[in-house]
């Protein structure tokens, strides 16, 4: 299945919505910017910003459990 028309400069894989199901994190580079499929999903792209990434790294940062 095509998601997208676009190819990705980076992609990376967490759980960044809690909600126990790997989302998948694109960077489309400086013409659409950062975007995430939830749950694996394709119904619910949404864009995280408008700029672009040098690398995608995802991480508990606050220690709740979730990416």
Known sequence: TQLSAQTARSINIADID?????????DFGSSSGLWAMYNNDPSTWKQLSTFTANSI????IDGNGIS
């Open 57 to 60: 790294t995802v991480g508990d």
């Open 18 to 26: 809690g909600a126990g199901t790997d989302d998948v994190i694109y």
